[in-house]
Each structure stands twice: as C-alpha cells, then as structure tokens.
C-alpha cells in the first residue's frame, strides 16, 4: 500500500522567504509527526498531531514555525521568514494511533534549503 | 532534558564478523526505538522495545533493553554487505509516546 508522502522533495528557497512543506500520512493513521534532521545527524522532534490537534508542538523552534492538520490526514508544516539555519530535511511520519506500541512510518523527507 | 548517547558513531567491520552498537539514555524510559537509515532515504523502523528485559530479533540484528542501566544494545551477527546503514535509536520520554529523542546514528559500513 502507500506509505507516507511528501512534498516537495526539495525546496530551494532565499533568506526572509515563506515555504509550506506538505505531508500525506498512511491512510487511517491518526498519528502524525514532524521531524527535522540536519546532516549528520538524528531527526530532531517538532510536533506531533493526535487528529486534527496538536498534541505536543514542544519541539518548534520559534514562532515562525507552524503546522496544520485541518481534517486529521495531510498536515502542512509552514515556516516564515525563513533563515539559513532552516535548511535540513524535513521528515513527516504517522502511525495507527498515538501509543507507545504503534510503529511510526517515515515518508522520504523534504530537504530544505535557504540561500 | 533528555539525551541519547550512541557509540561508537562510525564502524566498519568486515563481513562475517560481530559487533554490537550501544546506547544510552539519561532519563526514565521505557520504550525505545532502533531504526535504519540508507544513504539519502528514509528511516526504516527496526524494533519497539517496551519494558526492561525486552529483546528482539530479526535476522542478523537482535536488540535488547535494559531500563535500569538505560541501555539499549543492538548486535550485528555476522556481518554482510547489505547491513550497510547508518543506525539510530530513540527514546520517548515520560510525557508520552510521539515525542522521540534520538541519538546522533552510528553509521555502519561492511566490507568484503
């Protein structure tokens, strides 16, 4: 079946600019994450949705990120005035349901880029 | 905070050897999460361990938990080509499942 889906799998962007990075979760998963991984290293946590509310969005680094989950599936993760710090890729995951049993499935990532 | 510790953070082995990758947490957990990444992909789940004494296994890989130690271990049996990956683990912490820290990866090559 399909997995996790994301888009765009690049984005090259300049400095100050606003991107949307999109995520399309395994059909039925009510679980859905963000993370952000810098090279070299391991994904870092942003937040994570339990249905359409954010459960915990602990990880954000500041108020220019923000993610939606309007009606429980596709979330899009959305960053203002970006900064070169930004660039990473960004990985999207989702499980069945929010426990601590449940597998979470990664999509390919979106690699950022800010000039 | 909590922090996950892997090592070593490179190893190359050769083929048909053992060798075991180790990591450690800081604060109480008990569930933690070994996962495959190939060079430009994904992350791959490999295992879910949930209580102290858990050990899986699956094919030349086995991870076990120790949540009293907070350790993790993941052995490599002998060793083939196709294991060639980097490796991370990752903890949740007390607030509830979702919120995984994770190590920095220990980048596995095999050679011939």
């Known amino acids: 079946g399909a997995g996790v889906s994301q888009t765009p799998s690049n984005k090259v962007t300049e400095k100050g600019k606003y991107v949307e990075l999109r995520c399309d979760p395994i059909s039925g998963h009510t679980a859905l994450y963000w993370y952000r991984q810098s090279l070299g290293q391991g994904p870092e946590f942003l937040i994570y949705?339990?249905?359409?509310?954010?459960?915990?969005d602990s990880g954000l680094p500041n108020d220019r990120f923000f993610a939606v989950r309007p009606e429980g599936s596709v979330s899009t993760l959305k960053i203002q005035r970006t900064e070169r710090g930004d660039s990473a890729v960004y990985l999207c995951a989702s499980s069945l349901r929010w426990t601590n049993t449940d597998t979470q499935y990664f999509g390919p990532g979106t690699r950022l880029t800010v000039l | 905070e909590l922090k996950v510790e892997q090592n070593p953070l490179f190893l190359s082995m050769q083929e048909g050897k053992n060798y075991t990758i180790y990591c450690n947490y800081s604060?109480?957990?008990?569930?933690l999460y070994w996962y495959r990444q190939d060079p430009g992909k994904s992350l791959e789940s490999l295992f879910v361990l949930l209580s102290n004494g858990a050990v899986k296994q699956e094919g030349r890989l086995m991870a076990s938990l120790d949540t009293k130690a907070r350790l993790s271990t993941l052995h490599i049996t002998a060793a083939v080509h196709d294991l060639s990956a980097t490796y991370f683990c990752a903890v949740d912490g007390v607030t509830g499942a979702g919120k995984s820290t994770f190590g920095d990866g220990t980048t596995l090559t095999v050679k011939p």
């Open positions: 604060t109480t957990s008990d569930r």
């Open positions: 949705f339990q249905g359409t509310g954010a459960a915990d």
